[in-house]
């Protein structure tokens, strides 16, 4: 190899090396130990990671809402965490607390169950869908294929929209997609 390819080479691989530090706000490397985080938790991977450097990902969003307590149990039983921790962009049709207290008695425990884990798992995910749209950008849609293999209806009453029967009330940018807050919990079909 020459020199010049020799000398290039090396200064890209310097360059990548030093751009793929972790530091915080004063400048001095991070380090995240992982075998910590596992120990306390239990849990491994990257919903577990605590990062306070970057905006919050549709989980923290959830996680730090008093208003998606029971969302928030649900996507822990059907451990879904690092699925909404991923890097997206998702969006997040996220029921409050009253929309799944508008079920039927008994439901939500029921769901809950660990023998119940995958239908939990197939009513979480199809709440979820890739995509990073405004509630105004919805309007443009009929239909969204959501991450449970299912399309779900968008109906446009106004300036209102509502995804599967559920009326999209407020709307927060997350660091991996959106979180759409509803008031029902979407059923699929299946």
């Not at 890209?12 to 751009?19: K, N």
């Not at 509502?162 to 509803?182: D, E, L, M």
């Amino acid at each position: 190899m020459k020199p010049i390819k020799k000398l290039f080479f090396a200064a890209l691989s310097l360059s990548l090396f030093l751009g793929c530090k972790n530091e915080n706000a004063e400048g001095t490397p991070t380090v995240v130990d992982t075998k910590t985080v596992t120990e306390t938790s239990g849990r491994t991977g990257q919903a577990f990671i605590e990062d306070d450097g970057s905006a919050p990902s549709v989980l923290q969003i959830a996680i730090g809402s008093p208003d998606h307590t029971t969302l928030v149990a649900a996507v822990q039983a059907a451990q879904l965490e690092n699925s909404l921790s991923n890097a997206g962009p998702l969006m997040v049709f996220a029921p409050t607390n009253e929309a799944f207290a508008a079920l039927p008695a008994g439901t939500v425990e029921d769901l809950l169950k660990p023998e119940n884990k995958d239908a939990l798992a197939n009513i979480l995910k199809y709440h979820v869908t890739p995509g990073n749209y405004s509630k105004d950008f919805l309007k443009k849609f009929k239909k969204l294929g959501q991450a449970n293999n299912q399309d779900v209806a968008i109906v446009v009453e106004g300036d209102d929209v509502y995804v599967g029967g559920a009326k999209i009330i407020a709307s927060i940018p997350a660091g991996n997609g959106i979180v759409h807050v509803v008031d029902k919990v979407i059923l699929p079909a299946n």
